[in-house]
């Protein structure tokens, strides 16, 4: 069974920089899209960056610029590399993949926080 554990979250300010990990454990084939969530207190959870199965890259436009979306394949591990951090980018991030003829995996979430 494949699960997705992210890590380093925290308490920044405005203007500084944070890098979630996600590594995945178990094997899973047919990936469709593996990439990051975010969901704010009383929002819904919203896309913000995912490398598809063609090897591209996609972002939310509100964070375009900001974010960069990376992995290392020895590792198993994606990484969302966030600067200049925003009160408005404060949510829980989550990971996802999603592949052919399996549920969405999502991992349990990990706070950022991003104080003015």
């Known amino acids: 069974q494949v699960q997705l554990v992210e890590s380093g979250g925290g308490l920044v300010q405005a203007g500084e920089s944070l890098r979630l990990s996600c590594t995945t454990s178990g094997s899973i084939f047919n990936i469709n899209a593996m990439g990051w969530y975010r969901q704010a207190p009383g929002k819904q959870r919203e896309f913000v960056a995912a490398?598809?199965?063609?090897?591209?890259?996609n972002y939310a436009d509100s964070v375009k610029g900001r974010f960069t979306i990376s992995r290392d394949n020895t590792k198993n591990t994606i990484y969302l590399q966030m600067n200049s951090l925003k009160t408005t980018d404060t949510a829980v991030y989550y990971c996802h993949l999603s592949a052919l003829l399996n549920p969405d995996i999502w991992g349990p979430g990990t706070q950022v926080t991003v104080s003015s």
């Open positions: 490398f598809s199965n063609r090897g591209g890259t």
